[in-house]
């Protein structure tokens, strides 16, 4: 919700200034930061990318968003179709990070 809200505030700044300047836009965070960045990303590249498709072409390098440490946040299908603009910061041992319902499950 958060992410979606500030992507309604953003979304117009981005396509009607940042584009069309040649600029690039990165969205980082860490922890609940991270998956509100994922989710900035993830909204920018799917709703600007009908409109403008070099941005899903480019690999990131128009929009992107970096995450340290954030919780699970969307399934492995959807991790996928954004790797090329989203980057996740990983440490194994941090228990946030592993926290899926999967990871629960097996864990009892």
Known sequence: ??????????????????????????????SLGGNVACGIGMLL?????????QILRDNGSIINGVACAPAPYVDINAARQCSSFITCVVNNSDLVVRASTQNTKMGM
């Open 1 to 30: 919700l958060v992410s979606r809200i500030l992507v309604d505030e953003i979304e117009p700044i981005v396509e009607n200034f940042f584009l069309p300047g040649g600029y690039k836009t990165s969205v980082v965070g860490h």
């Open 45 to 53: 590249g799917s709703r600007l990318g009908v409109r403008h498709p």
